[in-house]
C-alpha cells in the first residue's frame, strides 16, 4: 500500500482482556517497528523485527506483550490481561532496512483500558 | 532513564521568526540523529536527520545543528509558517549497535505553535 496501515484506529477495552493490534507496513519494506506514546510522554521502542532475523523485543514492558510479523509483511502486537497503564497510543512504522531511520508512521491505535 | 531529552514542553513563536527547538541526549554511543513532526491524529512524519561526523545539515527552512561535546542538538525553522504548528520529537540511535541497530529513542517532544 502507499502508507503504513494500522487498525483499529480506535480501541476501548475492559481491563483484563486481551487485545490484537494490526499494522500494515509499506510494501517491500524489511524493517518493522512498534512504539507506543503514553500521555506525556515521548515515543517509547516496544520491538523491532528485520527481514527474517530474530526480533529487538528488548523494549516490550512485561511479558503481557507480544508481537509477531507473519510473512515477514503483517504484524499483529497482542496484550494480554490489560491494565490501565497499557492505555496509550501505538505506533508502528516500516523501513526498507537497517540505516534508513527516515522511518514511515502509521496514524496509530489509540487504545484506552477502562 | 531518558536518554534523549527535550526539556521544552512548548514553543510559542511569531509566523516570520526563527523557531529553535532544542535536544539532549547522554548516550555517546548516538551516532545518528533524526527530528520527527507530528500533527494530531497523524503519525510522526521524517523531517531531517544528521550523522554524528556532521555538525550540520541544511534542508530548505529547516537545519540541524549537532554539538556532540556537549551532546546536544538543535532544530532551526526559519522563516515559521502557521503550518509548521506541531509536535517535534528529536530522535537517536546507535547504529554501529548489534541488534540495537534501527532502533531510535525518543525525546518527550515539544509542541511548537506558530502564530500568525
Known amino acids: 500500500g502507499a502508507g503504513v496501515s494500522q487498525s483499529p484506529s480506535n480501541k476501548v477495552t475492559e481491563k483484563g482482556k486481551d487485545v490484537e493490534l494490526r499494522c500494515d507496513p509499506i510494501s517491500g519494506h524489511t524493517a518493522l517497528y512498534w512504539y507506543r506514546q503514553s500521555l506525556g510522554q515521548g515515543l517509547e521502542f516496544l520491538i523491532y523485527f528485520q527481514g527474517n532475523s530474530a526480533p529487538d523485543k528488548s523494549g516490550l514492558p512485561s511479558d503481557r506483550f507480544s508481537a509477531e510479523r507473519t510473512g515477514g509483511s503483517v504484524s499483529t502486537l497482542t496484550i494480554q490481561r490489560t491494565q490501565q497503564e497499557d492505555s496509550a497510543v501505538y505506533l508502528c512504522?516500516?523501513?526498507f532496512g537497517p540505516g534508513t531511520y527516515g522511518y514511515t508512521f502509521g496514524s496509530g491505535t489509540r487504545l484506552t483500558v477502562v | 532513564d531518558q536518554q534523549v531529552k527535550q526539556n521544552s514542553p512548548s514553543l510559542s513563536v511569531q509566523e516570520g521568526r526563527i523557531s529553535i527547538l532544542n535536544c539532549d541526549y547522554t548516550?555517546?554511543?548516538?551516532?545518528?540523529f533524526l527530528w520527527y513532526k507530528k500533527y494530531p491524529a497523524e503519525g510522526p512524519t521524517f523531517l531531517i536527520s544528521?550523522?554524528?561526523?556532521?555538525d550540520k545539515n541544511e534542508d530548505g527552512r529547516f537545519t540541524v545543528f549537532l554539538n556532540k561535546s556537549a551532546k546536544h542538538l538543535s532544530l532551526h525553522i526559519v522563516p515559521s509558517q502557521p503550518g509548521d504548528s506541531a509536535v517535534y520529537f528529536c530522535a537517536a540511535s546507535a547504529r554501529a549497535g548489534g541488534t540495537s541497530y534501527g532502533k531510535l529513542t525518543f525525546g518527550q517532544g515539544t509542541i511548537l505553535t506558530v502564530h500568525p
Open positions: 544528521i550523522s554524528s561526523i556532521k
Open positions: 548516550n555517546s554511543m548516538f551516532d545518528y
Open positions: 512504522a516500516s523501513s
